[in-house]
């Protein structure tokens, strides 16, 4: 199975030489299993997408019905799923997010709405974060401002990128208050001098995935609303990995209380059953599109099977309160996270908002371990240690991710973090310091 995968396909983000993918035969509940019974407790819910957790009965026997039904037909067409499906998103959704574009992931949901933002405001430009992940088709690359976005330059013109409200190095001081004041002066400056009339749409990450798991500071959410409406520019909440209950609330954007323009959102739209995304845009956008061609399309748009999927998982969610699972929990991966801060020397910041979590390394000084676009061997051995010791999460720079399905129980969310407690060591040891 490793051999032909590696010898036959491309890994992500990979020279492939380097790669040792995990093989796995089945997956159930928490759990992944590979071909000779081992069993690894998923605390990563894959790639943050996994809401449900792996096989979920009322899931699979939806989409074995689906199949028995329809599966695809061309986009031109409706169906019940298509239809059922955007009325359920209009009911979840805020304000009047009342229309929908549906496509099969979280890129292509922000390819698109790049391109309504463009044809709805007639302008060209785009604001997006440095420390931001959108995906990886040729405007999302530009889009992105994370190092990913380096290696696949040029793309797509008119996206300019503007800093975090969040500082890089966590000991200036300032109080949450303060940094949103101020990021907000800095960012309309930034729309000042690229042109408030050339700028189409700000897009950002409700809470920063990828590049740190970052909630933003105190009033910023509700300051970025006031200060795009008083230009003109549309606000794009991108919802694909903090979405659907991750955050403790179903759209993260709900912390600030506030109702973008436009949102994204994908990975736990189907749990990853089944490949999914979608743009969700307010009424006027929507009836600009009423009286105006939209200039875009898929093949697998609004794709039967896939919207199918969607509300059945919509449907685990409010029915066994996931939600409310990840808001209930969240205090307990706060709690677990403290103590790793408190043991482990190698440990340099632990971080979480529900059940999103990273976890942060630093060297002997207290430096991130990892240096910018860097690696560290040490890196590889922590995944391997947990790995040895039952646990997949992704390992990423210098940063793990604690983000399990919504569907785990406290008591196996301290087992996970008792294997995490026990790995740690490595990096302790890396670094030339013993845990206390």
């Not at 371990?369 to 646990?391: C, E, I, T």
């Amino acid at each position: 199975m490793v051999d032909l995968c590696l010898k036959h396909t491309l890994y992500a983000w990979s020279a492939t030489g380097q790669v040792t993918p995990l093989p796995i035969e089945r997956a159930e509940g928490l759990y992944l299993y590979d071909p000779d019974g081992n069993r690894y407790l998923d605390f990563n819910s894959q790639l943050m997408s996994v809401h449900v957790g792996h096989g979920h009965p009322r899931v699979v026997q939806v989409i074995r019905d689906q199949v028995d039904k329809l599966v695809y037909v061309w986009p031109g067409s409706a169906t019940e799923p298509r239809a059922r499906l955007s009325q359920r998103l209009s009911e979840l959704l805020p304000g009047d997010i009342d229309t929908f574009f549906f496509t099969l992931g979280g890129a292509e949901a922000n390819e698109n709405a790049i391109k309504v933002a463009r044809q709805y405001t007639g302008r060209h430009k785009i604001i997006a974060r440095y420390r931001s992940y959108h995906g990886a088709t040729n405007a999302c690359m530009q889009l992105t401002g994370d190092p990913r976005r380096l290696e696949n330059e040029p793309g797509m013109p008119g996206v300019v990128h503007v800093m975090d409200p969040e500082p890089y190095d966590y000991s200036f001081g300032a109080s949450p208050e303060e940094v949103t004041k101020n990021h907000l002066t800095y960012l309309e400056e930034v729309f000042r001098y690229e042109g408030t009339d050339k700028i189409a749409a700000l897009f950002i990450e409700t809470v920063t995935g990828t590049n740190g798991v970052l909630a933003p500071p105190a009033g910023w959410l509700e300051g970025v609303r006031a200060l795009t409406e008083r230009h003109g520019i549309l606000l794009v909440c991108d919802e694909v990995m903090c979405g659907f209950g991750r955050t403790g609330k179903m759209f993260a954007f709900e912390h600030g209380g506030i109702v973008p323009d436009m949102v994204t959102m994908a990975k736990g739209l189907t749990s990853s059953y089944v490949p999914l995304g979608a743009v969700g845009m307010r009424q006027p956008i929507a009836d600009h599109f009423h009286d105006n061609v939209f200039w875009g399309g898929l093949t697998y748009n609004s794709h039967a099977l896939a919207c199918a999927t969607a509300m059945a998982v919509l449907d685990v969610i409010a029915d066994e309160d996931l939600v409310g699972n990840a808001a209930r929990l969240g205090p307990v991966m706060g709690e677990e996270m403290e103590g790793l801060v408190a043991r482990h020397p190698s440990v340099r910041a632990a971080r979480n908002i529900g059940l999103f979590g990273l976890v942060e390394l630093g060297d002997a000084d207290g430096a991130p371990l990892v240096p910018y676009r860097g690696s560290h061997p040490a890196m590889k051995d922590l995944n391997a240690a947990f790995r040895a010791n039952g646990l997949f999460t992704l390992v990423w720079g210098g940063t793990f991710f604690t983000n399990p399905p919504l569907t785990i129980t406290e008591a196996v969310l301290r087992e996970g973090f008792a294997i995490i407690d026990k790995a740690l060591e490595v990096t302790d040891r890396a670094i030339g310091r013993d845990a206390g």
